[in-house]
């Protein structure tokens, strides 16, 4: 999570610890619809390792996974080795900030209709000050798992489903920034709807943070979200666009939501590490990406966004 984007922060005072057990996810469809395959849900031992290997990989390099280091390069190696394995297209889209050079990771999953993109990204850098476990090697790892679940599961949505891994959030979301200034017009009309996840493991969570993008109006993902925690009695806090890569989206009028687990107790620094991520945090929010995505890429909206 930026430290130049201060709405989180008021998230210090929504957290204390949650145990809950999570059941797949509902979906509801229209009369004389199909119901879409039901979402896959995973367990602690499936998301956790993601985790395990970026520590190892800070522990390797300095303590970090920042920008410009081999700590992040070594990162992006470790996901993009899981997702090529698994299937998917993926590339590495480059920028330069801060006098170094840097890229975020873009992943596509063959098929679905590529006018109508569910697009699911989450942060992978950390600061230099720490490995970033949580913020945010706990929604990178999530996003991860979900992707690899719709490889699994031979999944053929109906909508063309692109996954990334954003570079320099920290510095300001420069990855996630430089990218949606490189699409064009249609390219951004292509997109139908953006989740992203920042701090998706913190400990004394109470709270899951939907984000509202109050500018654009209730997403259909923020929608999904909030059905996906209250069908399982999880109270969930709406928060604004701001504070990780959904704002590079919604400032391009991109319709945007995601979810945080709110600021951990250790923010920025070396204690970052595996110990500040609960297991049965991480492994909930994974489930809540998994069903609403598995959701929402079984449809197109029911109307085009100009």
Same mark, same amino acid.
């Given at each position: ?97 801060? $006098?170094?050079? =840097? ?8 098929? &679905?209709? %590529?006018?109508?993109?569910?697009? /699911? !990204? ?117 928060? $604004?666009?701001? =504070? ?8 391009? &009028?991109? %319709?945007?939501?995601?979810?945080? /687990? !709110? ?44």
């Amino acid at each position: 999570m930026s430290s130049r984007r201060p709405l989180l922060l008021a998230a210090r005072i929504l957290g204390v610890f949650l145990v809950l057990s999570v059941a797949p996810a509902a979906t509801a469809t229209a009369a004389g619809h199909p119901r879409p395959p039901a979402a896959p849900t995973v367990s602690e031992g499936e998301v956790m390792p993601h985790l395990r290997a970026l520590q190892e990989i800070a522990d390797r390099n300095g303590g970090n996974r920042a920008h410009g280091t081999q700590g992040y390069a070594d990162s992006v190696a470790y996901v993009r080795h899981a997702l090529d394995r698994a299937g998917f297209r993926t590339e590495l889209r480059p920028f330069s900030y801060g $006098g170094a050079a =840097g890229y975020s990771l873009i992943a596509d999953w063959p098929g &679905g209709d %590529p006018d109508h993109v569910l697009f /699911t !990204g989450a942060h992978l850098d950390s600061v230099k000050e720490g490995p970033g476990i949580n913020d945010n090697g706990s929604g990178a790892a999530a996003v991860l798992t979900t992707a690899l679940r719709v490889a699994d599961a031979g999944l053929k949505p109906t909508r063309h489903l692109r996954f990334a891994w954003w570079g320099a959030e920290e510095e300001g979301l420069v990855g996630s920034a430089d990218y949606v200034r490189s699409l064009s017009a249609d390219d951004r009309k292509a997109i139908d709807v953006y989740l992203n996840l920042d701090q998706a493991g913190s400990k004394n969570t109470r709270q899951w943070l939907v984000v509202h993008d109050t500018e654009h109006g209730e997403s259909e993902a923020q929608q999904a979200f909030e059905a996906w925690f209250a069908a399982r009695g999880i109270a969930t806090f709406d928060i $604004g666009v701001g =504070g990780s890569d959904h704002e590079s989206f919604g400032n391009a &009028g991109i %319709p945007s939501s995601g979810f945080s /687990t !709110g600021i951990s107790d250790c923010l920025h620094e070396a204690c970052d590490n595996l110990a500040n991520v609960d297991p049965q945090t991480e492994t909930t929010s994974t489930n809540a990406l998994l069903g609403v995505v598995w959701q929402l890429a079984a449809t197109a909206p029911a109307t085009a966004r100009h």
